[in-house]
């Protein structure tokens, strides 16, 4: 038997030493960090930079004109769209996050309608801002249409909507939308010559080549006023009228009824050139309807001319319009080989206006239920409340001869629409097409009133506002404004959205013809100032309707 003692003993088998871990591929390495890569054989060393991801916000703006609005929408060219391919091509988005914004955090400070410009648009996100230079290569990746102004480094928890307190948008609304005469409704133009069944044209837009729908031909009628001799003095050879005839210019009796416009009164009287006196010429009646001037033939001073003026579409023949307004306009223009001596008025937003204007914006001013002013959003919804903290329009700017009313609102968010619909009842009201009690009528929960929509052209952000954020980061961040960038953003806001306003205003004339739409067969709720009236006229209509 053997002795387990005499057995002999086996050392133990060496260990080894475990195999060591490769080294992860790390993507967000420091700025600094380096990777070493040695090739077999080769004693060089190649050295690589990598960066890391930094959570910044990017100040930009753009012209909406061509663009379905700015967010990103499949199969819709969107603002969104093009600035994601910009930062993916520029270096700030990896190959494998293209077209995944959720990857990199992507936030969006506003959302514009289609159409709308933005001057102060600021989206969020992780990018690679290294090497420098990346707003450079986002602005050549870019349609002129789109302006990245620069980035700043923000905290690693924001968000360009949630940190967004107000939103400050502008709409520029010309001048003449304002007036009560200018570019009457299509009933009222209708009613200026009796007769329903006449087909007319608006002057003012057919001066722009554009012809109200269903309203061509020709337009005749005459003026009601009287001009006696002496109200006509002659000012450097040529005839003008006193300010003071004017004043006896008054609607047509046809268009008595009509409180949202009154009719166009162009008066032209045919009257010779005086070169050799200064002394004032005779103008009798018998040369005005015949446009021939005999210098013998003076009538008596007190005698009362009546002046008949029929106008055509001819090419030659382009009479400027009439409006009411203190200041006398005197245009002379040839026609039929003659000339003729136009008076009209030129419309002024002065301090009368101004403060009327500014009076029916600041109804909006304040907490309420803007379900009327937006679509597809019932009054129960509570994203239906919201809160605009101020509403003005105290500034004009002229813009390629056209005078713009800068409406300036400013509010923590906006419905689809609702700046548009704001401006569009606002300006309903400053022309008497409805009473200035509406508003507070539409901004009722149990009230449900069809409101006019302004169209979208003279609609732009003008500056996304992060006051809360500036203030509890204001030691170790950056201050998110719009001061750093102010002279690149004026010079993109007069070259790329101001004259574009402007040119789609002279060339397709889109606030003159949205004009002749506000009358009470298109929106019969602008009639109403109540929501009592609003129940009655609807159950009557029910009632009336039950009864055919």
């Known amino acids: 038997?053997?002795?387990?003692?005499?057995?002999?003993?086996?050392?133990?088998?060496?260990?080894?030493?475990?195999?060591?871990?490769?080294?992860?591929?790390?993507?967000?390495?420091?700025?600094?960090?380096?990777?070493?890569?040695?090739?077999?054989?080769?004693?060089?060393?190649?050295?690589?930079?990598?960066?890391?991801?930094?959570?910044?916000?990017?100040?930009?703006?753009?012209?909406?004109?061509?663009?379905?609005?700015?967010?990103?929408?499949?199969?819709?060219?969107?603002?969104?769209?093009?600035?994601?391919?910009?930062?993916?091509?520029?270096?700030?988005?990896?190959?494998?996050?293209?077209?995944?914004?959720?990857?990199?955090?992507?936030?969006?400070?506003?959302?514009?309608?289609?159409?709308?410009?933005?001057?102060?648009?600021?989206?969020?996100?992780?990018?690679?801002?290294?090497p420098p230079g990346l707003v450079e290569r986002l602005n050549s990746n870019l349609s002129s249409q789109i302006r990245i102004f620069g980035y700043k480094r923000v905290t690693a928890s924001f968000n360009a909507k949630k940190f967004c307190d107000r939103r400050r948008y502008v709409y520029l609304i010309p001048v003449f939308a304002l007036d009560p005469c200018s570019h009457p409704d299509r009933e009222s133009v209708l009613a200026s010559l009796g007769s329903d069944n006449e087909l007319v044209k608006c002057f003012e837009c057919s001066e722009r080549g554009r012809k109200v729908v269903g309203a061509v031909g020709k337009r005749s009628f005459e003026s009601k006023s009287v001009v006696s001799q002496t109200d006509i003095s002659l000012n450097d050879g040529d005839y003008a009228v006193k300010p003071e005839v004017i004043e006896d210019i008054r609607m047509p009796a046809d268009n008595a009824d009509c409180d949202n416009t009154n009719a166009e009164l162009v008066k032209e009287a045919e009257v010779p050139r005086n070169e050799d006196t200064e002394t004032r010429p005779a103008i009798p009646e018998s040369a005005i309807l015949s446009n021939d001037v005999d210098a013998n033939n003076e009538?008596?001073?007190?005698?009362?001319?009546?002046?008949?003026?029929?106008?055509?579409s001819d090419a030659d023949t382009k009479p400027e319009t009439i409006e009411r307004d203190q200041k006398v306009v005197i245009s002379e223009e040839k026609v039929n080989g003659g000339k003729q001596v136009t008076i009209g008025s030129e419309f002024c937003y002065g301090e009368k206006e101004k403060e009327r204007f500014n009076r029916i914006l600041k109804y909006y001013v304040g907490s309420h239920n803007f379900h009327n002013f937006t679509t597809r959003t019932k009054a129960e919804d509570p994203s239906a409340r919201r809160y605009i903290i101020s509403f003005d329009a105290k500034t004009t700017v002229t813009v390629d001869g056209i005078e713009f009313v800068k409406c300036e609102v400013v509010g923590q968010s906006f419905m689809l629409h609702q700046i548009r619909k704001m401006i569009g009842l606002a300006v309903a009201i400053v022309r008497n097409c409805a009473p200035e009690s509406l508003i507070s009528t539409a901004l009722q929960k149990d009230v449900s009133i069809n409101v006019p929509t302004a169209p979208e052209v003279g609609l732009y952000l003008d500056e996304c506002l992060f006051a809360s954020y500036n203030q509890k980061w204001k030691d170790s961040h950056e201050e998110l404004s719009m001061k750093d960038y102010e002279e690149v953003a004026e010079d993109f806001k007069m070259k790329h959205i101001y004259s574009h306003v402007a040119s789609t205003e002279h060339k397709e004339g889109a606030v003159a013809l949205w004009l002749h739409s506000l009358n009470h067969r298109n929106y019969p709720d602008l009639r109403v100032s109540n929501c009592a009236d609003t129940n009655a006229e609807k159950s009557a209509e029910v009632n009336l309707a039950k009864e055919m």
């Open 1 to 130: 038997m053997e002795n387990p003692d005499s057995k002999s003993t086996k050392s133990p088998p060496p260990q080894q030493e475990p195999e060591l871990k490769k080294p992860k591929m790390s993507t967000t390495t420091s700025d600094d960090e380096e990777t070493v890569t040695t090739a077999p054989g080769d004693t060089t060393t190649i050295k690589k930079q990598r960066y890391k991801r930094r959570k910044i916000a990017i100040f930009f703006a753009y012209c909406g004109v061509g663009y379905q609005g700015m967010q990103k929408n499949p199969g819709a060219k969107t603002i969104e769209g093009d600035l994601e391919e910009a930062l993916f091509h520029s270096g700030a988005v990896p190959e494998q996050d293209r077209g995944n914004s959720k990857r990199y955090d992507w936030a969006r400070s506003a959302r514009t309608d289609k159409g709308v410009s933005a001057v102060g648009q600021v989206v969020s996100g992780r990018f690679y801002i290294d």
């Open 299 to 312: 009538p008596d001073g007190k005698e009362e001319i009546m002046e008949s003026v029929e106008h055509t």
